[in-house]
């Protein structure tokens, strides 16, 4: 007779075939070469479409592919063909999407893997084996949220091009300098490794989601943008340098009261409000910069990540240069700190902001 073992695994192989069949539109009937000759491509750009999603290609007579593999080979191509889209941009956009999606995809399901554990008391490996029984079944849903968030960034990108195309048209500065203006904010953890000792891997996974998801709230709720999340830093931008300074300030606030280790590790300690995360320093600077691959560069961001290497603990520091623009708004009050020497930038003449009042 099999063992309890053999009719797991058994069981676990039969939901994972019916749920990649619900989820990729049918069984996999067709090969890298069935894709390229209806394609009209040559076989290596399948296999470099399938790289650049962060996905592994098969041989070429491997039958992996589905239906709906096809087609979005058909509309990778059709992008060159059709619409006259050079193939090293079709590689950055699909590269973009396999990107975004793995992370995407994996971040919702551990979500819902800890959702499954913490409301029916499961162990992580029932939590897992749940959410694949699920999974089908919310597809649709988590899709469709997709599309939606997907297509409501899209209009968002294109308002703020619109506004800056104004921008562009009046007199202004050098067209030869980095494109866009923008307010860039780093919020650096304070002693994130001393602060964190005590806790145990679940409880440090939820803390390190609570900043991510406390400082997203923040800077979304003030008119910015996340960039990214680096390790124990955030990195955010604004459309202006007022928007940036109140981003800011509400961060160094939000975040800013000491971590009591005991109390947080007790039931719920991890998600009662913002408050009590761990202190963050500030650093923020207006200026120009170049945004590619979902991330934006030149020196004004390098600027703001070494302004956090001097700031105090939920205090926010801009530079000079920063500090004359908000300097005619009466809701900061700015206080110029002594000048210091920063690593791979020089001296610079920090100013501290304060909110007014």
């Not at 290596?44 to 592919?65: C, Q, S």
């Not at 619409?83 to 995809?105: C, E, K, M, N, Q």
């Not at 009590?276 to 691959?293: A, D, H």
């Amino acid at each position: 007779m099999p063992d309890d073992r053999s009719q797991d695994l058994d069981f676990l192989e039969s939901t994972v075939g019916e749920l990649e069949a619900e989820l990729l539109g049918g069984p996999r009937t067709l090969s890298a070469r069935d894709l390229a000759d209806r394609a009209h491509i040559e076989i290596e750009i399948v296999h470099g479409f399938w790289t650049t999603m962060g996905l592994p290609h098969a041989d070429p007579d491997d039958k992996v592919y589905t239906e709906r593999d096809a087609e979005a080979v058909d509309r990778a191509t059709a992008l060159v063909r059709d619409y006259g889209l050079d193939l090293r941009t079709v590689i950055t956009v699909t590269r973009a999407l396999g990107h975004t999606s793995d992370r995407l995809a994996l971040w919702q399901v551990e979500a819902l893997v800890e959702d499954m554990a913490d409301r029916y008391e499961l162990d992580d490996t029932s939590a897992r084996l749940l959410v694949l029984d699920r999974l089908g079944a919310l597809a649709p849903m988590l899709e469709a949220q997709l599309v939606h968030s997907y297509r409501r960034q899209l209009a968002a990108i294109a308002g703020r091009y619109a506004a800056e195309f104004g921008e562009l048209r009046a007199p202004g500065p050098d067209r030869s300098a980095l494109p866009l203006a923008r307010a860039v904010g780093f919020a650096d953890m304070v002693s994130f490794t001393r602060r964190t000792a005590g806790l145990g891997s679940t409880d440090l996974s939820q803390f390190v989601q609570r900043f991510e998801t406390a400082a997203r709230d923040i800077v979304s709720a003030g008119g910015g943008r996340v960039v990214k999340t680096i390790g124990d830093a955030v990195l955010f931008v604004a459309d202006d340098a007022a928007t940036g300074a109140a981003i800011a300030l509400r961060l160094a606030d939000a975040l800013g009261k000491e971590l009591d280790v005991d109390r947080e590790t007790t039931t719920g300690g991890l998600f009662e409000g913002a408050r009590g995360v761990t202190p963050v320093r500030v650093g923020l600077v207006w200026g120009r910069v170049l945004s590619r691959f979902g991330d934006v560069f030149g020196p004004h961001v390098n600027l703001a990540a070494r302004l956090t290497d001097i700031a105090d603990p939920s205090t926010v520091y801009v530079d000079e240069a920063t500090a004359q623009v908000l300097a005619t708004d009466d809701r900061f009050v700015l206080e110029p700190r002594p000048p210091r020497e920063l690593s791979g930038i020089g001296t610079v003449t920090p100013v501290r902001v304060h909110a007014a009042g």
